[in-house]
């Protein structure tokens, strides 16, 4: 089974600064499909940014963008100009093409200093 | 209200008593998932249902059971909760027909409490 691993419990950076954070996953699948979804204290999941292993350019929505390594299996996740808003647990995941399993990472809390 | 909800949103229980929590959809998706999250272990899929009367297994099924008799609805029950139950758990709704990215809603959540 796929495993996702997110390497950093815990993160931290200064408000308009750039942060990155790591997920790393194993699998032997070469088509699929990769996410970062954000949790605010709200406890909503909210889908921040996704990726298609087969395409080769890296996705970007606005401040986030990825830097996804398919040889490396690392899909990392850089927020740049940082905001008080963007405080919460951020969660890797990994889905399959072929089923409806999608594996999380353990999540990373960020916090944003003022 | 359109989207995805759950009910109740907390909810304490006792060792062995049966809890069923509520899921509903307005989006008519196919498939639905229940998942929980522990800390240090991100959210993991307990059950999943690709359409009505068609429901598998996911990654820790044990002591869950899932029916969805409508495509709106999809009630997870705990049988006979265990303290090792409590947790956060999340619904989450995804089209028959693949979108681009396969992108689930979630909903916000139901944070149960086994006594």
């Known amino acids: 089974a796929q495993t996702v691993t997110q390497s950093q419990p815990e993160m931290s950076v200064q408000e308009a600064e750039t942060v990155t954070l790591s997920c790393t996953y194993d699998?032997?699948?070469?088509?699929?499909?990769l996410f970062w979804y954000k949790q605010p204290p709200s406890r909503q999941m909210i889908l921040v940014i996704r990726?298609?292993?087969?395409?080769?350019q890296n996705a970007t929505e606005n401040r986030f963008s990825v830097n996804f390594q398919k040889a490396a299996k690392s899909f990392s996740l850089k927020i740049s100009d940082s905001q008080l808003g963007d405080a919460a647990m951020y969660f890797c995941?990994?889905?399959?093409?072929?089923?409806?399993?999608?594996?999380f990472g353990a999540g990373t809390r960020l916090t944003v200093k003022p | 209200d359109a989207g995805i909800t759950q009910s109740p949103r907390y909810k304490i229980t006792e060792t062995g008593r049966q809890v069923t929590l509520m899921c509903h959809q307005t989006?008519?998706?196919?498939?639905m998932f229940w998942y929980r999250q522990d800390l240090g272990h991100g959210l993991r899929l307990i059950y999943y249902?690709?359409?009505?009367?068609?429901?598998d297994k996911g990654e820790v099924p044990d002591g869950y059971v899932v029916s969805r008799s409508k495509t709106e609805n999809f009630p997870l029950t705990l049988e006979s909760a265990t303290r090792s139950q409590t947790s956060v758990y999340f619904c989450?709704?995804?089209?028959?027909?693949?979108?681009?990215?396969?992108?689930?809603?979630f909903g916000p959540g139901t944070r149960l409490t086994v006594l």
């Open positions: 989450a709704s995804k089209p028959f027909l693949e979108n681009l990215y396969n992108e689930q809603f």
């Open positions: 699998t032997s699948e070469s088509d699929y499909y």
């Open positions: 990726q298609e292993a087969y395409k080769q």
């Open positions: 995941a990994y889905r399959s093409p072929i089923n409806n399993d999608m594996r």
């Open positions: 989006w008519s998706h196919s498939y």
């Open positions: 249902s690709a359409a009505a009367d068609i429901t």
